[in-house]
């Protein structure tokens, strides 16, 4: 099964914060205007402008131009005043994005068109658009077809029921996406949902696979499409009650937050896996330092995908005759260059910023959500718990975290609690598991190489619906799985926990923020700062250790065989500080924070921080990292706390180190985690250069040899900071296999050159 077209992730959005301000030359903002009204009226006296031949097709907040002749310059009016220009492309076509509502007209030097209105984002279409009447395109006994949004682009779409249209109404669940979930021959997770007896349907966003448009990732017109998709769908006569929920791990995962906040009338659920809460600080530039490992090559993936025929299988279409899917690349040319945009624009800057970060508008989803994701995912990273507290306007909203990788959210300890969700939210009935075994068998060997799980139960038997549902929301939301992977009941590294914990809410109420004061001899005190008495020196060396500490190729990185290759620092090429063994059971649960007080020969470095774990008998166990490049030390005040610095990253805000040999103060984020320390076992945090610390990524970072210092002493008090949770049971029995924990190698424990 090509299960990597369905579930890699997303680095991509990224790719578009980093350009906030960036103009791809196709932009209508009012600075960019060519032509001055003056120039307009004489030419317009000297000689009447003929009618356009070419196609005009406004929407929300762009328009594209089609069929006009190759080479020639248009540009865009209102007002009698030119607002941008550009050139027809080989392909005929020329597009205008970010142009406010009104009313336009789009010239050459001899020809116009006729006024036209560009519409506001905000506008909301009659609903009678949506109508099986208007959809003409989509099949009305499943197969492929196309659905007509609001401004004339058709979507392709493929519809997977699971039984006979004249058998339904069918639950109906959505897959909307930038990979090819309409292609009918790569529809590798429906089965997931048709097995259940959910009706399927995956869509293509505008500028992928066979959708018209252009392609620039999660621009606003994208969501709007999602909300037309799902109003579309949803009025089929074979989607039970006309509500339809959303599903999808990672790329789709993410683009149901985006959708579901433009509020679909008739979207009941969504189901977002392995996700994002900030394209800029958890994938792209996390820390500010540019993830060129995954986040670059992703983007490039998509760029080249949203290219002419960029995915095969729609070449194959039209050239078996589809000729909607051929006339549908014709927008392709007018993509803007991600990649080049990721290089050109390396600070976060706003409003693009936050429009690519779900957590600032989550806010604005009012169906209930089931949100699973890893820890130490190598994919998208990780960091996505920090949007939790923002989903204000959930009814319901069930969170299950876990270590490992970007597969976890389908794993089966995730299934089981996303399959009833599925079937109470979308299906209305109460849950049945019967499917789940034959759906974990299937994926098991695909993705992780085993093939034995625990049961699916089916814990609502002989409960009405309503009392299934009931239970169900009466449990605690929030699920965390510790040691993914280390249940002694199946091989190492089958995707099984050793044990879980539930909560009321995310943050964990009951848990206490803990603080290690860092000292001499790299030392890591429990309660006490400002101890030591001489700096800890390290040389910040990227090419000491290889950048990542996977090496395999493709997707083996999900196996549970899956071999690391994690390697401890070089002597001098950075320092570690580690606790003393710890009298009890001590679980961490949240994000963290390292505050250090550090001097630099260089103007500016790049820090990464780890957390692992050694254990009394010498083997250390990774946990989690965190980056910062030490210019962009800004400080969010007013959303940073003792726990989570939160940077601005703002281009404004940046500044150099002293090179005097004085110390500065920086706080470097952990990203979230939840993990057991136990009895006997040992904290360690160690400071360097960014690599070899996480799979799949890779850094552009600018370090290259300068010397680090790190202060401890009462005027400078370095430390660490993290969220212990009390009364947290531990399984009694021994602690899972080195190398079994999924996303968390293991190595024997080798002290830094400081003593840590």
């Known amino acids: 099964m090509s299960f990597r077209r369905s579930v890699v992730p997303v680095a991509l959005s990224l790719a578009l914060l980093a350009a906030a301000c960036s103009d791809d030359g196709n932009s209508a903002s009012e600075s960019s205007a060519s032509t001055s009204a003056v120039e307009t009226t004489v030419a317009e006296t000297v000689a009447p402008l003929a009618p356009a031949t070419f196609t005009v097709q406004p929407g929300s907040n762009q328009v594209a131009v089609l069929d006009a002749d190759v080479g020639t310059t248009l540009a865009v009016y209102r007002d009698g005043e030119s607002l941008a220009e550009g050139t027809v492309d080989e392909q005929g076509s020329l597009l205008f994005r970010e142009l406010k509502p009104g009313t336009y007209t789009i010239r050459s030097a001899e020809a116009t068109s006729d006024e036209f209105e560009v519409a506001d984002a905000g506008d909301v279409p009659d609903p009678s658009i949506y109508s099986p009447e208007q959809q003409t395109l989509l099949p009305a006994d499943g197969g492929f077809g196309y659905i007509i949004t609001r401004d004339g682009t058709t979507l392709s779409a493929n519809v997977i029921l699971p039984g006979p249209a004249a058998d339904g109404p069918y639950p109906t669940v959505v897959e909307y996406s930038g990979y090819q979930p309409s292609d009918p021959d790569s529809a ?269 139960e089916n814990r609502f038997t002989g409960m009405t619906y309503a009392d299934a549902l009931a239970a169900f929301e009466a449990e605690k939301p929030v699920r965390i799985l510790f040691e993914q992977g280390g249940d002694p009941a199946f091989a190492p590294g089958t995707p099984e926990p050793h044990f879980t914990a539930e909560f009321d809410q995310w943050p964990v109420p009951s848990a206490v923020n803990t603080l290690w004061g860092l000292g001499d001899g790299g030392s890591l005190v429990a309660g006490q700062q400002g101890t030591g008495t001489t700096p800890a020196t390290y040389t910040a060396d990227p090419s000491a250790l290889p950048t990542t500490f996977y090496t395999g190729g493709g997707n083996g990185v999900w196996r549970a065989d899956v071999q690391y290759d994690w390697q401890p620092l070089p002597d001098g090429t950075g320092v570690g500080f580690v606790t003393p063994p710890f009298d009890a059971d001590t679980v961490v649960v949240g994000p963290g924070s390292v505050d250090l007080w550090i001097a630099s020969d260089a103007a500016d470095t790049d820090l990464e921080v780890t957390i692992s774990e050694v254990r009394p008998d010498g083997t250390e166990i990774y946990v989690q990292s965190g980056w910062l490049r030490a210019s962009q030390r800004a400080l969010d005040e007013a959303a940073s706390t003792d726990l989570r610095p939160v940077h601005t990253h703002a281009e404004a805000d940046a500044t150099d180190l002293p090179t005097d040999g004085s110390f500065t103060g920086v706080r470097v984020e952990l990203f979230p985690f939840a993990h057991p320390f136990r009895a006997g076992s040992r904290l360690r945090l160690t400071v360097d250069a960014p690599g070899n610390n996480r799979a799949i990524w890779e850094f552009r970072t600018i370090s290259k040899g300068e010397q680090v210092q790190i202060a401890t002493d009462s005027e400078h008090p370095s430390r660490l900071v993290l969220s212990t949770v009390p009364n947290v049971p531990v399984p009694a029995d021994a602690p899972p296999a080195c190398g079994s924990v999924r996303g968390q190698p293991c190595r024997p424990y080798q002290p830094a050159g400081n003593g840590g």
């Not at 349907?201 to 990732?217: E, K």
């Not at 579309?232 to 683009?255: F, K, T």
């Not at 800029?280 to 760029?303: D, K």
């Not at 095969?312 to 899917?325: H, I, L, V, Y």
């Open 188 to 456: 590798d997770l429906a089965a997931l949902y048709t097995a259940q007896g959910l009706a399927y349907v995956g869509v293509n966003m505008r500028g992928m696979g066979c959708s018209g448009g252009s392609f620039r990732f999660f621009e606003t017109v994208q969501s709007l499409d999602g909300y037309d998709a799902i109003e579309a769908i949803a009025a089929q006569p074979w989607v039970l009650d006309h509500e339809v929920g959303m599903v999808g791990i990672s790329y789709p995962g993410i683009s149901q937050l985006f959708v579901a906040a433009t509020q679909p009338p008739s979207l009941n659920s969504i189901t977002p896996l392995s996700v994002l809460d900030d394209s800029y600080r958890s994938t792209l530039y996390p820390g500010g330092i540019l993830n060129t490992g995954f986040a670059v090559s992703w983007t490039q993936e998509r760029v080249d995908q949203s290219k002419p025929f960029g995915q095969e299988w729609t070449k194959a279409r039209a050239d078996a005759g589809d000729t909607m899917c051929a006339d549908n690349q014709k927008l392709r040319l007018q993509n803007p260059d991600l990649v080049q945009e990721i290089d050109d624009n390396p600070f976060y800057a706003n409003p693009l910023g936050d429009s690519l970060a779900p957590a600032t508008f989550v806010d604005r989803i009012e169906v209930p959500v089931f949100l699973a994701g890893a820890w130490q995912d190598e994919q998208t990273g990780g960091h996505f718990p920090a949007m939790l507290p923002n989903f204000t306007g959930s009814p319901h909203v069930y969170v299950t975290l876990t270590n490992g990788l970007h597969t976890e959210s389908l794993s089966p300890p995730v299934a089981r609690r996303y399959m009833e969700f599925l079937q109470l939210y979308v299906g209305k009935n109460v849950p049945d598991l019967s499917a789940g075994t034959l759906i974990a068998a299937a994926l098991g060997g695909a993705i992780w190489g085993v093939d034995e799980f625990g049961p699916f």
